[in-house]
């Protein structure tokens, strides 16, 4: 018991330490106005450990500002857990009525330290936006997300999910990027409210949303950022060979940083200061005697090095803590009744506090539960054969148990509705728990809706939803687990390690195609996906398709062919006249899918700001080529040979018809379905052995792409879009 007296102790002694250890190298200057600057940071040549930790304190305003280096990013705060937090800026691009105003893009780039990718999130503002942010190193990622929005009326303060803000996150190890703004209209449709796109890097949580912000967010300035710092370049086990610039001094250890480059330095447990200094600066011992917050004896306290003990006055024994044995009085008759007392009232105490906590947490759970509409939907599925293999209710323990309380090590992806997790429950089946960000609650009916009827789904292409949690702030969705990763992971070229052949990338469009139809056509009330993209396409141990993510989908009455929602989905497999119009259809469904066939037969991302700028819709690239007989050059050379040209011809017309401008002019998913089911058919029972030369195939081709009147022009019309919404990535203005 003493033991963990001790640990605790020295936890508390740990933290203190870590605020209070602000020391200067003696005779350098320790604060900037109210800034402490602890070395291995210093403001002048000598009391900072290299150029990387120098900071200039300005004085010409008379109040004195801390800048970064010799340059003018103010620093706001430096911890010696390896954190500076850095006075952020805002990156805008305005218009008025005649077109494009006034702009201001700033880069970002670091020498030594990264960007930290867990504590901000790139946010973007605007009701005509899209933006990137890129890598300032050789592009080695390009990210961001898209803001829409058509009145006022639909933004929501403090929510930033896509109507007037957006945000997403970067990898880590950056040490710089660039800022990318891009407006599909130039604000022509939202001037009076919104002449402005903004993007900008925040440290997470320091940023709420309001709609007075897509005014102006120009000369806001209280925008922190988080930078981590590290010590050189090498790990511990590195740095420790070489004695002479190893930067952990006495009574300290080393710690690998986890985002930045180098190592830090931390005193042990009973030691408090700076572990980058040496002597009376450095890591020196604390005496926990002194401090009644730091010791738990009972009597005595002994200070020792590093950690202090205990021990009891004369006639009486115990360990001496207070959470031990304590010390009892040998005399039993003056001290046991009371003991028992306080032992008999501590326990009741703790009884009360456990049973008003207990009430708290089941009081909690009930208003979440109501709250997400849970007495609705038990009265759905108590009216209904069957409810309990249709859909279950999950308790938030359960759930919790399965993923080990959501441990970061469960997470299988995050995305722009929410994050999923790895789970087992009970019975040893593996799940996937998908934790979304935000809740609505004026779509709690058609949550519930959409819920039992994905529940009642029993279609082997499409991931089975098994039940929810409606006991936490937000739903919590069960779905069955699927093993072998997205159908993206297995065509993307940048990874050499899977390659589909063709057969296998035929037979996943057809099962895709027939999950597809069966959601527009055989379900007892129709549903639009409204994110068909390879990313959302899993794939079992038998590379067998499984259509997921349905975070956006919509229901559609029986009585209607099309509803008006506010544009949502994914550039590149966006559907033009969807984006025109906001008339969402099956057929929009149609024409993702076409991108999704296209990203099969070439295996190239669909937007690709690297490629000319020409060629970086892949659609339109793809429609380019087809157009001037240069089809073949554009064809995953992985799956070409021929045995099937003439197959990857057919459906490569299949693609381009599918990804038509006009809807009405593309297939149904029915007849998708069915012209690849057939293409697999005669593949394993072929009338003459061959697919290539046929006079059909040269037919279609040329068919297609005829420039005279009816529906065969309209096919052209994709480009002129495209080149609207998918300008130079590299450029700004």
């Not at 190890?173 to 449709?189: A, I, P």
């Not at 993007?199 to 967010?217: I, M, Q």
């Not at 209607?560 to 025109?580: A, F, M």
Request: neutral net charge; glycine residues 8%; charged residues 20%.
């Amino acid at each position: 018991m003493s033991s963990s007296v001790i640990t605790l102790s020295l936890f508390i002694l740990v933290a203190t330490a870590t605020s209070v250890a602000s020391q200067a190298k003696p005779g350098c200057r320790s604060t900037c106005g109210d800034l402490n600057i602890p070395y291995p940071f210093g403001t002048s040549e000598g009391c900072y450990r290299d150029p990387n930790f120098l900071i200039s304190c300005d004085t010409s305003s008379g109040k004195p500002i801390a800048n970064y280096s010799n340059g003018n990013i103010q620093v706001l705060d430096i911890s010696l857990d390896g954190e500076l937090r850095f006075s952020g800026w805002v990156n805008w691009d305005c218009y008025d009525s005649s077109g494009p105003s006034s702009s201001n893009f700033l880069w970002f780039q670091l020498r030594q330290f990264a960007i930290s990718n867990t504590k901000n999130k790139f946010v973007v503002i605007g009701c005509d936006t899209y933006a990137f942010i890129d890598d300032f190193w050789g592009r080695r990622f390009s990210t961001g997300c898209t803001s829409v929005c058509k009145n006022l009326d639909d933004v929501i303060n403090g929510t930033c999910s896509g109507i007037g803000c957006c945000f997403t996150s970067f990898p880590k190890g950056n040490m710089g990027y660039n800022v990318t703004l891009k407006s599909y209209r130039n604000h022509s449709q939202v001037l009076d409210f919104n002449p402005c796109s903004f993007a900008f890097v925040v440290e997470d949580g320091a940023y709420n949303f309001s709609s007075l912000d897509l005014v102006n967010l120009r000369n806001k300035k209280d925008f922190p950022m988080i930078v981590d710092w590290g010590i050189g370049n090498e790990n511990c086990s590195q740095a420790m060979k070489n004695t002479s610039t190893y930067a952990c001094m006495d009574n300290s250890f080393c710690l690998d940083s986890q985002n930045a480059p180098g190592y830090l330095c931390k005193c042990k447990d009973g030691f408090r200061g700076n572990p980058y200094l040496s002597g009376s600066d450095g890591c020196q011992d604390v005496d926990e005697c002194r401090n009644s917050t730091l010791n738990y004896c009972s009597q005595t306290c002994h200070n020792l090095y590093g950690s202090y003990g205990c021990s009891c006055l004369r006639g009486y024994r115990g360990d001496g803590f207070k959470n031990g044995t304590g010390c009892v009085s040998q005399h039993k008759s003056n001290g046991l009744p009371v003991i028992i007392s306080l032992l008999v009232l501590g326990t009741v105490i703790c009884s009360l506090c456990w049973v008003q906590r207990k009430r708290q947490l089941i009081n909690i759970k009930k208003k979440f539960f109501e709250q997400n509409g849970g007495i609705l939907l038990q009265e759905q599925l108590s009216g209904r054969q069957g409810y309990d293999e249709m859909a279950k209710l999950f308790s938030e323990e359960e759930l919790k148990k399965a993923t080990g309380n959501f441990h970061e090590s469960n997470i299988l992806g995050r995305g722009g509705q929410g994050t999923v997790y790895k789970g087992t429950l009970p019975d040893k089946r593996v799940v996937a728990i998908k934790k979304s960000r935000i809740a609505d609650q004026s779509q709690v009916k058609d949550f519930i809706n959409e819920m039992l009827l994905l529940s009642r789904i029993n279609h082997r292409n499409v991931v089975k939803l098994l039940g929810c949690c409606l006991e936490t702030e937000v739903p919590l969705l069960v779905y069955e687990y699927i093993s072998n990763n997205t159908l993206l992971h297995h065509i993307n070229p940048s990874i050499k390690t899977s390659c589909l052949p063709w057969e296998i990338r035929l037979r996943i469009a057809a099962e895709t195609a027939g999950a597809i139809s069966y959601l527009h056509s055989a379900a007892s009330i129709p549903i639009i996906h409204r994110d068909i993209k390879s990313s959302n396409i899993l794939l079992d141990h038998n590379y067998i398709a499984k259509v997921s993510d349905f975070g956006a989908s919509r229901l559609v009455p029986l009585d209607q062919t099309q509803i008006t929602t506010l544009v949502q989905g994914t550039l590149g497999y966006l559907d033009p006249e969807y984006l025109l119009t906001s008339q969402l259809t099956e057929k929009s469904d149609v024409y993702s899918f076409g991108v999704v066939l296209i990203e099969l037969l070439t295996g190239k991302k669909v937007v690709e700001v690297d490629r000319p700028e020409e060629d970086r819709n892949l659609a339109m690239y793809f429609i380019s080529s087809m157009k001037n007989d240069r089809l073949l050059e554009v064809l995953d050379s992985r799956v070409v040979d021929e045995k099937n040209v003439g197959q990857l011809k057919e459906v490569a017309v299949l693609a381009s018809r599918c990804i038509r401008v006009k809807g009405e002019e593309r297939p149904t998913m029915k007849e998708v379905s069915m012209e690849l089911e057939g293409l697999i058919a005669m593949q394993k029972h072929p009338w003459d052995g061959k697919y290539t030369n046929s006079e059909e195939n040269v037919y279609l081709l040329g068919q297609i792409y005829e420039t005279g009147t009816g529906s065969t022009s309209n096919s052209l019309g994709l480009e002129s879009i495209w080149r609207e919404l998918v300008t130079d990535m590299k450029s700004g203005r």
